[in-house]
């Protein structure tokens, strides 16, 4: 590393101020909530929380719409109803609706929502919010699965586990709620430290989450809810020992997976145990595993990243959907998500942000920018990037530990929209990475490569296998989007690579 902790600390608390992901937009805005005692649902008890039931379920319609906003509502209404179906299925078998539960939470109405993102997730905000992504819904191979992994987000709103939390932390219910969402993440990691290079304060804050007893709450309960909805809900575990999987194909270990979860490799034992104690605790229907269904409804989902939304090629940043490019530092990494793309120097010594502005033009984004309290602008000068309007502002400010910080902004007129381009780093390394910023910044021009423009997404057919041959023989490898392999596969379909597939046994192969 060429820069010492403290720099990078610096950076962090800059970022924190200007360019984080917009999920920290709801730390900024929701008050401080204070200890009161409530009621939970679940036990019956009476306990400490941080917020009262109705306070939760104003946090939870707040955040609902940012999380919509960052992340993306899948575009798939078919798998959108098929989930909601088998959500208030599994809803209705909850503490949340048996007729003993106080009124207050049987009325609260759920929502249920896929995330169009390929990251393996699922988490549930106050108030009965609970979302999917597109990627855990690929990793699932049948119903049952699905309703054990539903009945465990609902277990933690029922639980009332959020709000528990606030009640042990003298943190603010933002800080709170934005670590629900970064910590729960079941591989996806920490959101402003895997993403950003964030470390320090940020980070800490952004790892709170649930902790262990938490999740195992939820685990019994999702087992309990889905076979109560007549589920078999031992085969929870096979997707555990999925996420396993994928944890050790990454080759490394996901520290608020590992701190405040279950290991996965653990919940594969412990799902079928609890299974087989449930099952005889209750009165449920014969246990259904719905693979028919479930893949009927997953039939064409997007799979993988989807090109649509932009992806990295060759040193250049692609748009196909909004026709622009720019160029990417040579070793920087970049990460694509809904709202912005960020590039990260090698060391993490210097970020690079890509977003929409709110501002009418150029002119005015400048002017808002240079406005902000705290920061000194050193140049400002209209400029023009291959034909499009532009401003060009350099600014620079100081930490709250003294260090000096720069910050290079362009602001470009493009189509109907105006792009900033922000440029961060310690002050005293502004002109070593000064020619990465600009020649990123000054890059971005109109997307005319019809190859790129016309870059579609890989999307998931269902076959049934007409010879039993090992699975990499159902494989085609040219069909694979490009960060994915045939073990990526294999996980996918919950077989081993080399596990010979019975004939008619139903794929997920890519289209």
């Keep these: 590393m060429t820069t010492s902790f403290p720099t990078r600390r610096a950076l962090a608390q800059r970022l924190h101020v200007w360019a984080l992901v917009p999920i920290l937009l709801l730390v900024l805005t929701v008050g401080a909530g204070c200890v009161s005692t409530g009621t939970n649902p679940v036990s019956g008890n009476t306990r400490a929380y941080g917020y009262s039931w109705q306070e939760e379920v104003k946090l939870g319609t707040k955040a609902d719409e940012q999380i919509q906003s960052q992340y993306g509502v899948y575009d798939g209404e078919g798998l959108q109803e098929y989930v909601d179906e088998v959500a208030q299925e599994v809803l209705a078998e909850s503490h949340m609706r048996r007729p003993d539960t106080p009124e207050r939470f049987r009325n609260t109405e759920f929502e249920f929502r896929v995330l169009d993102s390929p990251i393996i997730n699922a988490f549930a905000l106050p108030g009965g919010y609970v979302y999917v992504t597109r990627g855990l819904m690929a990793h699932l191979n049948n119903e049952a699965q699905l309703a054990m992994v539903l009945g465990h987000e609902i277990g933690h709103v029922a639980a009332r586990h959020s709000s528990q939390q606030a009640a042990r932390q003298k943190f603010t219910q933002g ?6 969402v970064a910590g729960q993440a079941a591989l996806g990691g920490n959101v402003a430290e895997n993403v950003m ?8 804050l952004f790892s709170l989450s649930y902790s262990r007893d938490n999740e195992r709450e939820s685990d019994r309960l999702g087992v309990e809810y889905a076979i109560r909805a007549g589920y078999d809900g031992a085969e929870g575990a096979a997707f555990f020992e999925s996420l396993d999987r994928v944890r050790e194909q990454g080759g490394q270990s996901i520290p608020t997976w590992q701190s405040t979860h279950p290991d996965p490799g653990a919940r594969k034992q412990t799902i079928p145990e609890l299974a087989q104690t449930w099952q005889q605790k209750v009165d449920a229907p014969a246990r ?17 990243k989807n090109p649509r939304q932009g992806f990295a090629e060759d040193g250049v940043f ?32 210097a970020y690079m942000i890509f977003s929409v502005s709110d501002a ?12 902000q309290e705290g920061l000194t602008v050193l140049d400002r000068q209209g400029t023009s990037v291959n034909g499009n309007d532009a401003r060009r502002v350099l600014a620079e400010g100081t930490t709250q530990e003294g260090e000096v910080v720069r910050l290079l902004t362009y602001f470009i007129a493009y189509g109907d929209s105006v792009y900033q381009f922000r440029g961060l780093t310690a002050g005293d390394q502004y002109s070593a990475y000064r020619p990465d910023f600009e020649q990123s910044m000054t890059s971005f021009a109109r997307l005319t490569d ?13 076959r049934p296998a007409r010879r039993a041959e090992p699975f990499r023989s159902f494989v085609d490898a040219d069909a694979l989007p490009s960060d994915m392999t045939e073990e990526d596969l294999a996980i996918i379909n919950q077989l081993e690579v080399d596990q010979t597939v019975p004939v008619d046994r139903p794929l997920k192969l890519p289209n």
């Design 450 to 462: 019809a190859e790129k423009l016309n870059r579609q997404p890989t999307r998931l057919t269902i």
């Design 197 to 204: 290079g964030i470390g320090g304060q940020a980070a800490q």
């Design 318 to 349: 692609y748009h196909p959907e909004l026709e622009f490019r720019f160029s990417i530092p040579s070793r920087w990494t970049v990460q694509n998500q809904p709202k912005q793309v960020a590039l990260v120097q090698p060391d993490q010594s």
């Design 175 to 180: 800080l709170l709620l934005g670590g629900a």
């Design 288 to 304: 259904t595993i719905d693979q028919d269904a479930y893949y009927g409804a997953l039939e064409n989902v997007v799979l993988g």
């Design 360 to 371: 009418e033009s150029p002119t005015a984004a400048a002017r808002e920018f240079a406005g």
